[in-house]
């Protein structure tokens, strides 16, 4: 009888090119070394590779992914509300899934060492974000773990996700300034807990987890296992009132700005916008409106048993009143 613990392997798709192309294969054969029964899955796009992971998990004793947050976003919609955790071993562009959990993502053999510790431990849930969109026969339900967009951050991912150049998080700083370009408020109605609110702004994120676009700390404070969501909105403001804020929101302190507004705890929200499409770790999930509730632990998970250190609180954080 065979009682080797059995993990399925899913990698990118697109992961054939460039630096990150031998972090499968490593990931693999390391996990091999370690004794167990590895099933790895290679397909020429993202839907053949659902349908045979869909096929490979059932029993597994873990869903490993080899990419960035795209891949995450592809676990977590595999994985969550099930008893098979997810790990990550990143090998993508923005990888801030891995950033906020603590999972390295330039050192392959450390993220592998993760997983394998995490499996030898009771079982490590976190929450997930649920999104319901779309009307009658064509509504859907989309997971994510780390962060949704709607508003000028939606539209860089949009832009980013159409250009081949540059490659790394340098590509989104340049879909960054190129949306910048035609930078204009959004009319946005909103329910946060139950409660209408009426704002005018150009961004608007929904954080489970810290960071977007390769280490921006969108909500620094935010904790992906405390039962709520972190969300973050910047009222109408100047290009060049823009990009003096920018920069700080490598450091997290982008909110002590007068034009931004953080609503911490909050643990669900409608959004509606017409002419906004929603992103969800970096993966488009449609135009709004669109309803988000979280759900604390339903994401089974593979990472370090604490978060990696956030920075240091800032004083009295703006807060969004309904």
């Known amino acids: 009888m065979d009682n080797q613990r059995h993990i399925v392997v899913a990698i990118n798709p697109n992961a054939s090119f460039g630096k990150g192309r031998d972090v499968g294969p490593r990931a693999v054969d390391r996990f091999r070394a370690a004794g167990f029964r590895v099933t790895p899955l290679v397909e020429r796009n993202f839907e053949k590779l659902r349908a045979a992971a869909l096929r490979e998990i059932e029993g597994a004793d873990a869903l490993i992914v080899i990419g960035g947050d795209g891949m995450v976003n592809f676990g977590v919609n595999l994985t969550v509300n099930t ?38 431990r009771p079982m490590r849930r976190i929450d997930a974000g649920r999104v319901r969109h779309g009307k009658g026969d064509a509504s859907f339900t989309t997971w994510f773990g780390c962060l949704l967009s709607a508003g000028f951050d939606a539209l860089c991912n949009e832009r980013a996700n159409q250009m081949r150049w540059p490659k790394g998080p340098s590509r989104y700083t340049l879909a960054l300034l190129i949306e910048l370009l035609r930078l204009r408020p959004f009319d946005y109605h909103l329910v946060l807990d139950g409660k209408p609110h009426d704002e005018r702004g150009v961004l608007l994120a929904v954080a489970n987890n810290v960071s977007l676009g390769g280490g921006m700390l969108i909500a620094p404070d935010a904790l992906v296992d405390d039962g709520q969501l972190d969300v973050v909105f910047v009222r109408p403001l100047g290009r060049y009132r823009f990009l003096r804020i920018y920069p700080e929101v490598f450091s997290g302190n982008h909110l002590r700005h007068t034009e931004v507004v953080w609503t911490k705890r909050v643990s669900s929200i409608r959004i509606e916008e017409p002419r906004v499409v929603a992103y969800a770790d970096g993966e488009r999930v449609g135009s709004l409106p669109i309803d988000i509730d979280v759900v604390p632990g339903a994401l089974p998970i593979l990472a370090p048993e604490t978060l990696p250190p956030r920075p240091v609180q800032r004083a009295d954080p703006k807060r969004v009143t309904a």
Not at 91 to 108: C, E, Q, Y
């Open 83 to 120: 008893q098979i955790p997810l790990g990550i071993i990143p090998s993508g562009t923005g990888n801030d899934m891995a950033r906020g959990l603590g999972i390295p993502f330039d050192d392959t053999d450390t993220a592998v060492d993760i997983a394998i510790a995490a499996l030898d």
